[in-house]
């Protein structure tokens, strides 16, 4: 089957500082990518939808400034956490559809963000 | 707007004791229903994918059944081993052309006791 990677797998910080976290379709394009959030013993929550060349749409009550989403090519979704507080500490999972509207969604093993 | 619910929260059995996991969804109008497995601190695993106009699929020892009319699926696990603990989620993809996106369910936490 289609496989996603996420890198990097898990993630220390400190306070105030920004942390990159990259999703990648290894052998499959994706037109678009799905960035979601999950805090302990709770369920995937969908931050925002990434769609090559062009702008994320995000989710309500998700601040786009601070989640910055970049998705330049078919096969790499990028999202930044600026500013990053300990609150923003959970797990981040990126999904990446196959091409078309009806495409199926394949997910990556997701990172681990910690925030000291 | 979707919600999905999944009952039980969690849920512990025996070993070799069949699970059943409920997960029921408020709009009709879905493309497709997924089943996922996620062991703690992992990505999630695609169990089964059922689309709208079928009623049930099978793999193994799991079964997944749909009900569309009345917004419910159920999966069910036979002979249990302590290998299926993890916890088990659904998600609707809705026919909606803005995005399709895939409405997940809280999960349901599945432990099985040797």
């Known amino acids: 089957g289609a496989v996603v990677s996420q890198h990097p797998s898990w993630v220390i910080c400190k306070s105030g500082t920004s942390v990159k976290i990259e999703c990648r379709s290894l052998?499959?394009?994706?037109?678009?990518m799905f960035w979601y959030r999950q805090f302990p013993k709770q369920s995937l929550m969908l931050m925002a939808t990434s769609n090559e060349g062009s702008k994320a749409t995000y989710e309500q009550g998700v601040e786009k400034d601070k989640f910055l989403i970049n998705h330049a090519s078919l096969t790499l979704s990028t999202l930044t956490v600026t500013s990053a507080h300990p609150e923003d500490s959970s797990f981040y999972i990126c999904?990446?559809?196959?091409?078309?509207?009806?495409?199926?969604?394949?997910f990556g093993p997701g990172t681990r963000l910690t925030v000291t | 707007k979707q919600e999905v619910t999944q009952i039980p929260a969690a849920l512990s059995v025996p070993e070799g004791e069949n699970l059943v996991l409920n997960c029921s969804f408020t709009?009709?109008?879905?493309?497709?229903l997924q089943w996922f497995r996620q062991d703690p601190g992992k990505g999630l695993t695609s169990l089964l994918l059922i689309q709208s106009s079928q009623r049930e699929q099978t793999s193994g020892r799991l079964n997944a059944s749909l009900d569309k009319s009345s917004g419910r699926s159920t999966l069910y696990i036979a002979a249990s081993q302590p290998g299926d603990s993890a916890t088990y989620l659904c998600a609707v993809r809705e026919l909606k052309a803005a995005g399709n996106k895939l409405t997940f369910g809280g999960g349901t936490r599945v432990l099985v006791k040797p």
């Open positions: 709009d009709s109008a879905i493309y497709n």
């Open positions: 999904s990446a559809r196959e091409t078309g509207l009806l495409g199926e969604q394949y």
């Open positions: 052998d499959f394009q994706a037109t678009t």
